[in-house]
């Protein structure tokens, strides 16, 4: 997909502008998402990814008016859901849907599997137990379970990528327009995840979903994504093509996340990696470019200018004074 | 088996009873590990990894059964007295989990458990422990050794969890690391970070290393040879370089095809492995892997491969049609 000069797809389904996250801990602010703008055209999956506590999982629980913002606009098809309450914002919460990371965690223990997916039924408000019972079934087949089988069982029954079939059944009930899908194969082993991957890439063109995609492995998210978002330490770096921004990184932190993934080729020794060290806190961000203090380019104007997000290659934008490309 | 290997795992069997019945965590494992050499043991969550790491640190739960034998440094681990056990833990073997607050003290600070293994090991003085205290933190990474010294496990990320744990359990100069899935809580630059100081630490100290992984990106540039495990069993075992070449067991094949790669185009679809692993109280009459196996025949159900030697004498493998051969059969 090319953009032009404007990071944002002409007609997006989801617009975030200029999002502020912050929480309180023990006095001090944590910088959670700092000003971050992304969108999503009608039909696409935009990829996020970042290291632990960038704040992926934040921006997905803000866009869905789970947590506040502190500032910004978050608009779905064009309404704004930071301005809206009760009724009209629960509304419009139907359409968007999100799977977690922890499949088993996110299923209540103690209800049947039947009862778990028609739980969001209820909650909209519809009251025939047959057309329930009918719209369960669809959705368990869909994802590929057998619902004779699986209707009366309670979650500890089945096995990780078993709860994580039944998550994506539960939130394509409704049969939603947008899927934020947060870690979903981070917690599973490699020989189930392409098993949810390829579930979740199916599900995508059979209900005609866009997906916000979070993971933290680049490769995944590339296996699924049309674009991807990076960011860190609330910010976004980079968003752009996949297979351009993976081909040619204009953000350091972009090539350095690349860099680090192993390759199971023995023929490809690991190159000994730059000594970056960590991420910095989130309570005392550095000033200028939040990257710096780990970037092997950081002059002096990185510490007392933020760089903007800025047109790299057509429809790629990387937020830094001295991009790679 | 071979002789001269620092590391020799035996026959070693691991026995857990459940209210289910038995579960055979570690099913007649044969492994070995010379003297500065790295093996990498990989396989998905529940084939028994960290029971077979268990196993040979004589680290077990109470009530599992361990038959078989492991030799190291000369001694069967199995049967030695207890006192022995733990002199030789922590001095020349030496342990690091996938969670560093599993080996850390949270109530002391890093210094009081850096020097205290250093003092009970070594019998270094008070300075000497903590000069030496410092030179490990330095080494592995963390900044300011000094000041870290004075901080709680808790005050830490993560990643220098990790680092400080690997400083512990290289304190004692240890004549094997096991390290279980050292990198799997952390972050990939973390990932990378943490696997290069062991990688280096390995090659000066000249310590022989096991490290445990579900990712095969991890072994692949990382290890002189890799041990696949499915179901309990080792399934195939090969030097690194032959393994990569040209695996034979289709559930290494499988799994390697299965992994998203970064050089491939978004949306292709991922060759994925159908249902899920047995379960462990139920063993399988044949071949563990012939649910999911798109080679199995009648005799993958009924009769179990062994490991053993095919083409050249180390590449081992379980499987009754290993993976070229039975393409050609097919074409
Ligand atoms: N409820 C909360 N109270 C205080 N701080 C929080 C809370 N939730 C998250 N944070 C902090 O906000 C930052 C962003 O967190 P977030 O969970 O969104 O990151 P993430 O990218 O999803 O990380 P992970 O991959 O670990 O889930 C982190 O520094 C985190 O510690
Ligand atoms: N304390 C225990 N009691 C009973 N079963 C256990 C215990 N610990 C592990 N197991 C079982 O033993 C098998 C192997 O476990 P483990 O060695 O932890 O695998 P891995 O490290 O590869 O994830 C699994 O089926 C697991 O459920
Ligand atoms: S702005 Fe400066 S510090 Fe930030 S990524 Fe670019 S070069 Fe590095
Ligand atoms: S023995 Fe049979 S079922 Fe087992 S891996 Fe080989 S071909 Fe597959
Ligand atoms: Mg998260
Ligand atoms: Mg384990």
């Keep these: ?325 | 088996m071979s002789e001269g290997a620092l590391l020799s795992i035996e026959d070693v069997s691991v026995d857990l009873p459940t209210p289910r019945g038995n579960l055979r965590a570690v099913d007649r494992v044969d492994l070995t590990v010379g003297a500065g050499r790295t093996l990498g043991v990989v396989g998905e969550s529940g084939c028994g990894k960290t029971m077979l790491s268990r196993a040979v640190l004589q680290l077990l739960p109470k009530k599992a059964k361990l038959s078989g034998r492991v030799m190291f440094d000369g001694k069967d681990l199995v049967r030695l007295p207890p006192e022995k056990l733990r002199k030789l833990r922590g001095r020349s073997l030496a342990v690091v989990f996938q969670d560093p607050m599993t080996s850390l003290n949270p109530v002391l600070t890093i210094g009081t458990q850096l020097m205290e293994t250093l003092q009970e090991h070594l019998e270094l003085d008070m300075a000497a422990a903590r000069q030496r205290s410092v030179d490990l933190l330095a080494a592995v990474g963390i900044p300011a050794p000094e000041q870290r010294l004075m901080q709680y496990p808790h005050q830490l990320s993560g990643g220098m969890r990790q680092r400080v744990a690997i400083a512990i359990a290289l304190s004692c100069e240890p004549k094997l690391l096991i390290a279980d899935e050292p990198t799997t809580a952390l972050d990939v630059t973390i990932q990378a970070q943490i696997l290069d100081l062991l990688a280096r630490e390995q090659r000066r100290r000249h310590m022989a290393m096991i490290l445990i992984t579900h990712d095969l990106g991890v072994v692949a540039g990382r290890t002189d040879e890799v041990a696949v495990m499915y179901a309990g069993r080792v399934v195939e075992r090969a030097p690194t370089p032959a393994l990569f070449k040209k695996m034979r067991m289709p559930y290494t094949e499988a799994l390697l095809a299965a992994i998203p790669k970064i050089d491939a185009a978004p949306h292709a679809s991922l060759p994925a492995i159908s249902g899920r692993p047995p379960d462990p109280t139920r063993p399988l009459p044949g071949c563990s892997f012939a649910p999911r196996c798109r080679y199995a025949d009648a005799r993958c159900q009924t009769e179990k491969p062994s490991l053993s030697e095919a083409e050249s004498r180390d590449h081992l493998y379980a499987c009754f049609h290993p993976v070229e051969t039975a393409a050609e059969v097919s074409a």
């Design chain 1, 1 to 325: 997909m090319m953009h032009g000069t404007q990071p944002a797809p002409s007609d997006p389904l989801l617009d975030v502008q200029n999002l502020v996250v912050e929480y309180g801990v023990g006095g001090k602010i944590v910088h959670a998402v700092s000003g971050v703008s992304l969108q999503v055209a009608r039909g696409e999956t935009l990829g996020l990814v970042g290291e632990s506590g960038c704040g992926k999982s934040t921006l997905g629980r803000a866009v869905l008016q789970l947590r506040q913002a502190v500032s910004g606009k978050v608009l779905f098809d064009g309404q704004d859901l930071t301005a809206m309450h009760g009724d009209t914002l629960r509304k419009m919460r139907q359409r968007v849907q999100l799977i977690f990371q922890d499949p088993i965690a996110s299923l209540n223990p103690r209800r049947r599997i039947g009862d778990i997916i028609a739980e969001p039924l209820v909650i909209a408000g519809i009251k025939d137990p047959a057309e329930r019972r009918q719209r369960v079934r669809d959705a368990l087949s869909a994802v590929g379970l057998d619902p004779q089988l699986v209707i009366g069982r309670l979650p500890h029954e089945f096995s990780g990528g078993q709860c994580q079939r039944i998550c994506i059944a539960r939130a394509l009930v409704l049969n939603p327009d947008f899927v934020i899908c947060d870690e979903p194969v981070s917690a599973l082993d490699v020989s189930i995840r392409a098993q949810i991957l390829n579930l979740l890439e199916e599900m995508k063109a059979r209900y005609g979903l866009t997906l916000l995609f979070i993971a933290h492995d680049l490769a995944v998210v590339k296996a699924v994504s049309d674009r991807v978002a990076v960011m860190y330490l609330g910010r976004l770096c980079e968003v752009g093509p996949s297979e351009q921004l993976f081909a040619h990184p204009a953000h350091p932190y972009t090539a350095l996340l690349i860099e680090a993934i192993p390759v199971p080729d023995p023929d490809v020794r690991p190159a000994e990696s730059v000594p970056v060290g960590e991420p910095p806190s989130p309570i005392a961000p550095p000033s200028g470019c939040r990257f710096r203090t780990r970037c092997p380019r950081a002059d002096a104007r990185c510490s007392s200018e933020m760089p903007e997000l800025r047109a790299v290659a057509p429809g790629q934008f990387a937020a830094c004074h001295h991009p790679l490309i």
